[in-house]
């Protein structure tokens, strides 16, 4: 069983709507997480970093994180075609970049 | 502000040759990162340096190695290579090891 679990998708959803993506984790360690944007052909851009269990909002995109579930969310508003990229949950046990364990990647498309 | 770049962007290899990818951080950053990601296993994590030490290291053999320069440049080496070694191969750099980790575009390696 891998450390964190993503939906591979493909998810698919009109323009406008609001987008949830999520991931499980099983290390009780990790303390910080991470949504990572990623573009066919480029590298993973940081979308949200955030530590222990709570809410964090960036413009259209919220981070949840449940550590009593080992669950976290990523909520994207207002979805535009722009957003269709594959989106990772990244994780850790140590404090910011460290030996990330990241999920599969779960790949989005916004259709106009 | 310049991003991580890595070099060279693509590479084509045959199986058994070594090959050294290189990258450069963000300026003013002093923590690298790489990162192996292929379709099947996701991104995995190789190895982290800091101030020219390796820090960190992930689940790969020794053929896998790296360095860091003083300039803060690091330079990751495998040798012997094997058709699975085909893969993306992605830099992250961190302003230091508490701070979260910005990704290059990545190298494209296909082993024949």
């Known amino acids: 069983q891998k450390e964190v679990e993503q939906d591979p998708g493909p998810l698919s959803v009109p323009e406008g709507a609001i987008v949830s993506l999520n991931c499980t984790y099983s290390?009780?360690?990790?303390?910080?997480f991470m949504w990572y944007r990623q573009y066919s052909r480029k590298g993973p851009e940081l979308l949200m970093y955030t530590y222990s269990s709570g809410n964090k909002e960036d413009g259209r995109f919220t981070a949840q994180v449940d550590k009593s579930s080992k669950y976290i969310s990523l909520f994207i508003r207002d979805s535009q075609p722009s957003d269709s990229a594959t989106y990772l949950c990244?994780?850790?046990?140590?404090?910011?970049?460290?030996?990330?364990?990241f999920g599969q990647g779960t790949r989005l498309t916004i259709n106009p | 502000k310049a991003g991580v770049t890595q070099t060279p962007r693509y590479l084509i290899k045959t199986r058994g040759q070594q090959v050294t990818l290189s990258c450069s951080p963000i300026s003013g950053h002093r923590s690298v990162s790489w990162y192996q990601q292929t379709p099947g296993q996701g991104l995995q994590f190789l190895f982290e340096y800091f101030s020219e030490t390796q820090r960190n290291k992930g689940n790969f053999p020794g053929r896998f190695s790296g360095r860091q320069f003083s300039n803060s440049r690091s330079e990751m080496n495998v040798s012997t290579l094997e058709l699975g070694d085909s893969a993306l191969y992605l830099c992250a750099s961190s302003l230091n090891m508490n701070t979260e980790a910005f990704f290059g575009q990545g190298t494209r390696l296909t082993v024949v």
């Open positions: 990244a994780m850790s046990s140590f404090q910011g970049a460290q030996k990330l364990v």
């Open positions: 290390n009780s360690a990790f303390q910080y």
